[in-house]
């Protein structure tokens, strides 16, 4: 089995005082940055906790947290760059050759009668891969053939109100498997370091209170939709 690896590889050595150090600027009048920092240090954590509930997420765009990912497929990786107030550098498929070639097989395929006929389409994929670029056609144009199940790595690195946003989004059960085992991941090794901003986050609708997903909800907590209707007769 192919296992997703997330490892945080940099993020601020003061994140919590830095969010809390943001949340004193905006709501207190101090303006000596040293009384800001002496009292930032002193507030509990249940302040910081607080704010974010209330939803003033913009005092953690302070901190950037930069990750290393493996062991996911190139539809994983594009789901991913979609969240566009983040930077990524993924491996090259132009410039890197796919000789040593790895690719993901979903466990509903693996546990059915098209596994086998699923390994032999994407290895023949390689196959043809190698033959082509062994003569004259270009790694970058021999690429096309390879499939979306094709394992990559790469560098993502977001700030804190981003890395909430796409965290809640993708831990949502109707998330594709492997883009919410990879939020999951990501939001284990960002709890160890900030504790206070990340613990009790969970899926959008645990973090919001409502379901965005409207007509696709799960129906564990009411949708946006539904919540107008309710005002609307007040």
């Known amino acids: 089995m192919f296992i997703i690896q997330v490892k945080l590889i940099s993020y601020p050595e003061e994140t919590e005082l830095i969010a809390k150090m943001a949340g004193l600027i905006c709501y207190s009048g101090e303006k000596v940055f040293e009384k800001i920092k002496e009292k930032a240090a002193l507030k509990p954590d249940e302040y910081l906790a607080a704010i974010i509930k209330s939803g003033h997420l913009s005092i953690i765009e302070h901190n950037v947290f930069v990750f290393y990912i493996s062991g996911i497929s190139r ?65 970058e144009d021999a690429r096309y053939i390879l499939p979306n199940a094709t394992s990559t790595q790469l560098i993502a690195s977001m700030n804190g109100h981003a890395l909430i946003d796409l965290l809640v989004r993708r831990i949502c059960l109707r998330s594709q498997w492997e883009i919410r085992e990879l939020a999951e991941l990501m939001l284990d090794e960002v709890t160890k370091v900030a504790p206070t901003i990340f613990k009790n986050l969970g899926a959008f609708c645990d973090f919001y209170g409502y379901c965005p997903e409207n007509s696709h909800s799960c129906g564990k907590v009411p949708t946006i939709d539904e919540l107008k209707k309710q005002a609307s007769f007040k």
């Open 75 to 139: 539809v994983t990786s594009h789901q991913l760059i979609r969240k566009r107030l983040a930077s990524f550098s993924q491996q090259s498929q132009r410039y890197v050759s796919a000789e040593n070639f790895e690719y993901i097989i979903p466990e509903d395929i693996k546990q059915s009668p098209f596994a086998e006929k699923y390994k032999d389409i994407v290895n023949q994929s390689h196959e043809l891969y190698q033959e082509m670029v062994s003569t004259d056609i270009t790694k």
